[in-house]
T-cell receptor
Framework: EPEVTQTPSHQVTQMGQEVILRCVPI?????FYWYRQILGQKVEFLVS????????KSEIFDDQFSVERPDGSNFTLKIRSTKLEDSAMYFC??????????????FGPGTRLTVT | GQNIDQPTEMTATEGAIVQINCTYQ??????LFWYQQHAGEAPTFLSY????GLEEKGRFSSFLSRSKGYSYLLLKELQMKDSASYLC???????????FGQGTELSVKP
């Protein structure tokens, strides 16, 4: 069964540094998402991406965040200057069909980001 | 806002049945998902409801009432491995983005 993969599984970085989190979605997926989950808290939507552009983003997704799909395979989340409060588990998710509420989102295993 | 409410924690006995409730705001509703999440792992899909009624999938069933903004997840013949957090998530406005509840931490005891 195809899976969403994410690298690295754990990233430790110093405050102010840039990080890039990588995801390889399932090949026939067309819609892509990033979510985060701070330890002990709920899963929060960050951004959705379709047809090589952002379709929606949350208030969390400020100017420090960016996403791209540079080669039609990888889907990346970049945080330009990390803050302590960016420490969280970051999940990539993908969706095959039109986001009409008819399909499940497949989640990757996550990247645990620790900012020190 | 788009608040999703579910109980914080529940305890049940192995072999029993447990029902986890979820309420949500109905404006813009497009579909409701239930996910299971073990500590430190990704959410895994359990069920999806878009129309009123019950969807059954083995030991797990999920119910939806759109007019009441209410859903429940029913787990039958509980096993120890069912101990996990159960996340209710609502898709609003056909955008695909999911708004998650806080999760219900289920403990299954022998």
């Amino acid at each position: 069964e195809p899976e969403v993969t994410q690298t690295p599984s754990h990233q430790v970085t110093q405050m102010g540094q840039e990080v890039i989190l990588r995801c390889v979605p399932i090949s026939n997926h067309l819609y892509f998402y990033w979510y985060r989950q701070i330890l002990g808290q709920k899963v929060e939507f960050l951004v959705s991406f379709y047809n090589n552009e952002i379709s929606e983003k949350s208030e969390i997704f400020d100017d420090q965040f960016s996403v791209e799909r540079p080669d039609g395979s990888n889907f990346t989340l970049k945080i330009r200057s990390t803050k302590l409060e960016d420490s969280a588990m970051y999940f990539c998710a993908g969706l095959a069909g039109a986001p009409m509420g008819s399909y499940e989102q497949y989640f990757g295993p996550g990247t645990r980001l620790t900012v020190t | 806002g788009q608040n999703i409410d579910q109980p914080t924690e529940m305890t049940a006995t192995e072999g029993a049945i447990v029902q986890i409730n979820c309420t949500y705001q109905t404006s813009g509703f497009n579909g409701l998902f239930w996910y299971q999440q073990h500590a430190g792992e990704a959410p895994t899909f359990l069920s999806y409801n878009v129309l009123d009624g019950l969807e059954e999938k083995g030991r797990f069933s999920s119910f939806l009432s759109r007019s009441k903004g209410y859903s429940y997840l029913l787990l039958k013949e509980l096993q120890m491995k069912d101990s996990a957090s159960y996340l209710c998530a609502v898709e609003y406005n056909q955008g695909g983005k999911l708004i998650f509840g806080q999760g219900t931490e289920l403990s299954v005891k022998p």
